[in-house]
């Protein structure tokens, strides 16, 4: 069983960054992984996806050109640098992982972290 902790969450004024970290107990590189989000009341949304391998990303169109995923598997840890931050990118964010390949699908995904909040002020 991986477990996922993700961190890197906070408070931030709009046209600000962050950077995301997920740190899994066991071995990223066998798994295809992504970043979810969830706004309050709204249903869980893909934000971006990293294949396993050559590394391969996918990103939702609200974030393309402002978010990048990627990952370090020596430190088996995934990261979401997000720039240009809107107030509507204000959720709860998950990583998720899957020993496959990545999906935009959160329902298939095997593993969770606990979410870490970002919030962004207008």
């Known amino acids: 069983q991986v477990q996922l902790v993700e961190s890197g969450g906070g408070l931030v004024q709009a046209g600000g960054s962050l950077r995301l970290s997920c740190a899994a107990s066991g071995r990223t590189a066998t798994m295809g992984m992504g970043w979810f989000r969830q706004a309050p009341g709204k249903e869980r949304e893909f934000v971006a996806g990293i294949s396993r391998g050559i590394g391969s990303t996918v990103y939702a169109d609200s974030v393309k050109g402002r978010f990048t995923i990627f990952r370090d598997d020596a430190k088996n840890t995934l990261y979401l640098q997000m720039n240009v931050l809107k107030p509507e990118d204000t959720a709860l964010y998950y990583c998720?992982?899957?020993?496959?390949?990545?999906?935009?699908?959160?329902?298939?995904?095997?593993?969770w972290g606990q979410g870490t909040q970002v919030t962004v002020s207008s």
């Open positions: 998720a992982g899957r020993d496959g390949t990545y999906s935009t699908r959160y329902q298939i995904y095997d593993y």
